[in-house]
């Protein structure tokens, strides 16, 4: 299970250090797509083959589906920790999501998320005040 949050800067080729206390729990080839709400998504190769069965488990006949299982797939990058347990997120993934040189990496259960801080500390800002209600509202 991974969870917590951890601040860390990218290098000047996008290399992000892996936290340590994540790293026994992850595996050395690592799957980067497209995440919800601005982020970047980090699965590892079994929670990514779980997560293809999922998304590929809709029909493909619906648009919904079809135009889920496009975007998400043709986002994917294939990363593997290096000897000094970074990673490399491509240059072009970078820009294309508006991740800075600043990321806040998030444990999200089955996953990680790479967030650009600045976009994280809004996004935390804005849900922690409904955080109960959000709460109270799932548990019914």
């Known amino acids: 299970m991974l969870f917590g949050n951890y601040?860390?800067?990218?290098?000047?080729?996008?290399?992000?250090?892996?936290?340590?206390?994540?790293?026994?729990?992850?595996?050395?080839?690592?799957?980067l797509l497209k995440g919800f709400d601005g982020c970047l998504s980090v699965y590892l190769e079994n929670t990514f083959e779980e997560y293809v069965k999922q998304i590929?488990?809709?029909?493909y006949l619906e648009k919904d589906s079809?135009?889920?299982?496009?975007?998400?797939?043709?986002s994917v990058t294939e990363l593997t920790i290096d000897g000094s347990?970074?990673?490399?997120?491509?240059?072009?993934?970078?820009?294309?999501?508006?991740?800075?040189?600043?990321?806040?990496v998030i444990g999200v259960i089955d996953h990680l998320e790479i967030w650009d801080e600045s976009k994280w500390n809004a996004y935390q800002e804005e849900k922690e005040s409904s955080f109960e209600a959000i709460s109270e509202a799932l548990g019914k």
């Open 7 to 31: 601040t860390h800067n990218l290098d000047d080729k996008g290399r992000l250090l892996l936290p340590s206390k994540l790293l026994t729990k992850l595996s050395r080839n690592l799957y």
């Open 56 to 59: 590929s488990s809709k029909s």
């Open 66 to 74: 079809r135009d889920l299982v496009r975007i998400a797939l043709s």
């Open 85 to 104: 347990n970074r990673i490399q997120i491509p240059s072009d993934v970078l820009k294309k999501y508006g991740i800075g040189k600043r990321v806040v």
